[in-house]
């Protein structure tokens, strides 16, 4: 039974700081890249950040320079840093594992925790 066990949200002032962590399953194999995603009310579902097994890590331009994705491969987690925190930032994040299983990608989702940035 895979599954993404997300955990850090909650409510926080504009200015504040919240850490997301998110633990995949040890059964999933092959992980390629561990991130997170976001989805605010009337929005879609956009990328914050994504890291690759390799380190390599991406941002999405309205967070960088604030948060800061982290991973321990060995251990089949990832964690997403939030600092200088801004209403903007109110949204439900899901946590997303992609993995690379006989050549094709194939992705895992957390359930989402509501981050909320009040003003």
């Known amino acids: 039974q895979v599954q993404l066990v997300e955990s850090g949200g909650g409510l926080v002032q504009a200015g504040g700081s919240l850490r997301l962590s998110c633990a995949a399953s040890r059964s999933i194999f092959n992980i390629n890249r561990m991130g997170w995603y976001r989805q605010a009310p009337g929005k879609q579902r956009e990328l914050v950040a994504t890291i690759t097994s390799g380190g390599i890590t991406n941002y999405a331009d309205s967070v960088k320079g604030r948060f800061t994705i982290s991973r321990d491969n060995a251990k089949n987690t990832v964690d997403l840093q939030m600092n200088s925190l801004k209403p903007e930032d109110t949204a439900i994040y899901y946590c997303?594992?992609?993995?690379?299983?006989?050549?094709?990608?194939?992705?895992?989702w957390g359930q989402g925790t509501q981050v909320t940035v009040s003003s």
């Open positions: 997303n594992v992609r993995t690379l299983v006989v050549g094709v990608f194939v992705d895992y």
